[in-house]
């Protein structure tokens, strides 16, 4: 929520403004109170998806997805992330030989994660059933 005093204003319309990631359109503010019309959005990343091109019987709202495993980062953005899954699930594999794995780490919007350069290492546990 906005309050204004003094006759001050708020003017959300200039690109690249903090108007989405305060819940506010792209608008100029005059009354002194105003709540946003849209939920807040400071938290970009909600679950982070490690995707897996060689599996198969994973879904996402209802969708097939190559998605191993998905978890919220229990640490604040800049922090070293140390994710182990307390519940493994074995999902079947594609192919009769693995020759090469593609990796991803998303959103749960299935966009990129922007890791800025970091080092990634992810261990997969793989058995014959």
């Given at each position: ?12 319309r ?10 506010f ?16 959005n400071?938290?970009?990343v ?13 879904y996402?709202?209802?969708?097939r997805n190559?998605?191993?495993?998905s978890f919220?980062?229990?640490?604040s953005?800049?922090?070293k ?10 999902l ?6 693995i020759?090469s ?5 998303t959103d749960q919007?299935g966009?990129?994660l922007?890791?800025?350069?970091e080092?990634v290492?992810i261990?997969?546990h793989?058995?014959?059933?």
């Amino acid at each position: 929520m906005l309050i204004l005093e003094n006759n001050y204003h708020v003017d959300f319309r200039p690109d690249h403004s903090i108007c989405s990631l305060l819940g506010f359109n792209h608008a100029v503010y005059t009354s002194h109170y105003q709540e946003s019309e849209n939920p807040v959005n400071i938290f970009g990343v909600y679950s982070v998806l490690v995707n897996i091109d060689i599996i198969s019987g994973s879904y996402l709202n209802g969708l097939r997805n190559p998605t191993i495993c998905s978890f919220f980062p229990a640490v604040s953005s800049g922090y070293k992330i140390i994710e182990t899954p307390a519940n493994l699930v074995y999902l079947p594999i594609t192919l009769d030989a693995i020759y090469s794995i593609e990796t991803s780490l998303t959103d749960q919007n299935g966009q990129q994660l922007n890791l800025r350069g970091e080092n990634v290492s992810i261990r997969f546990h793989v058995r014959e059933i």
